[in-house]
């Protein structure tokens, strides 16, 4: 089981604060967790994006993928 660093709590929070799509940050957190990707019908090309940046502990493609107010 992975320790939760500051890193993921502070990154959470700066996702939802740039107003980041919610599919983008559960990817994320999924990836940042190592968890499995989500069932093939509940994918979502902000979600694999998220996963991606998530896997490599980074945010990179985070403003690409402002929530839609």
């Known amino acids: ?3 939760m660093d500051k890193t ?3 990154t959470v929070n700066k996702l939802e604060q740039m ?3 919610r ?3 559960q990817g994320w957190i999924g990836g940042y967790m190592g968890n499995p990707k989500r069932e093939e019908q ?3 090309q902000a979600y694999t994006a ?4 998530g896997q ?3 945010t990179e493609n985070a403003a690409a993928w402002k ?3």
């Open 42 to 44: 509940r994918i979502t």
């Open 8 to 10: 993921y709590y502070e």
């Open 56 to 58: 490599n502990k980074t």
């Open 67 to 69: 929530a839609r107010q």
């Open 19 to 21: 107003g980041t799509d």
């Open 50 to 53: 998220g996963y991606a940046d």
């Open 1 to 3: 089981m992975q320790t």
């Open 23 to 25: 599919e983008y940050i």
